[in-house]
């Protein structure tokens, strides 16, 4: 039983669109949120995180946000470009980030058309 | 750059081998873990390690074995392949320090196939 539900398992947008990516928890002891993107032949790499002290991060076109009362979060990609396909893991940590294991979701699958 | 290192990308065992899978890292990091990801199910954790000899069971622990002799090497032992353990190993490492506090660094992977 996966404690990180993810969706899509797999997206299609057109260059320039915007990916949606969720994730809904159980875990209310979750308290920091990393977000990992995966290359063809490539291991993981973090992209972007949060703590449930703030609603939204932005990285660049990567956005998080958070919606505690819901326990869910979400990853947008704004403006996606071709470079942007790739596999993309949401987490959660119920010990914050010193060196705790992470649950993964089951991971969503981005192709972008150009 | 932090580099994680699989020894192996690409394996083909048989039923009832002993299969090694080797990790090694060259920031120093104290923890270290093994991932296995299948299609659907995401990264789920087997074992990791916060120290040298020290182990702890992950999600999936069963029909593994993990070894830590030295800091910087942690190795994955399937004691007796079966076709269930065909996946994707991977291997990672994080610091309790400096301002990557907590990220997870990866290798590229193994890809295990158990006939």
């Known amino acids: 039983q996966q404690q990180v539900k993810q969706s899509p398992q797999s997206l299609i947008v057109q260059k320039g669109g915007i990916s949606i990516i969720n994730c809904a928890y159980e875990?209310?002891?979750?308290?920091?949120f990393p977000w990992y993107q995966q290359f063809p032949g490539k291991g993981p790499a973090l992209l972007i995180a949060i703590r449930p002290d703030v609603s939204e991060k932005k990285e660049g076109r990567f956005t998080i946000s958070f919606n505690k009362s819901a326990k869910q979060f979400s990853l947008h990609i704004m403006d996606s470009q071709p470079g942007d396909s790739a596999t993309y893991f949401c987490a959660a940590d119920p010990h914050g980030a010193a060196g705790n294991k992470l649950t993964f979701g089951g991971g969503t699958r981005v192709l972008v058309k150009p | 750059d932090v580099k994680v290192t699989q020894s192996s990308r690409y394996l083909v065992k048989r039923t009832g081998e002993k299969v090694f899978l080797e990790c090694v890292q060259d920031m120093d990091h104290e923890n270290m873990f093994w991932y296995r990801q299948d299609p659907g199910l995401g990264l789920r954790l087997i074992y990791f390690s916060y120290d040298v000899k020290m182990k702890e069971k992950g999600d999936i622990p069963e029909g593994y074995s993990v070894s830590r002799e030295k800091k910087e090497r942690f190795s994955l032992i399937l004691e007796s392949a079966s076709t269930n353990q065909t996946s994707m190993y991977l291997c990672?490492?994080?610091?309790?320090f400096g301002a990557g506090t907590g990220e997870l660094f990866f290798g590229e992977g193994s890809r295990l196939t158990v006939l």
């Open positions: 990672a490492s994080s610091s309790n």
């Open positions: 875990n209310t002891a979750f308290d920091y």
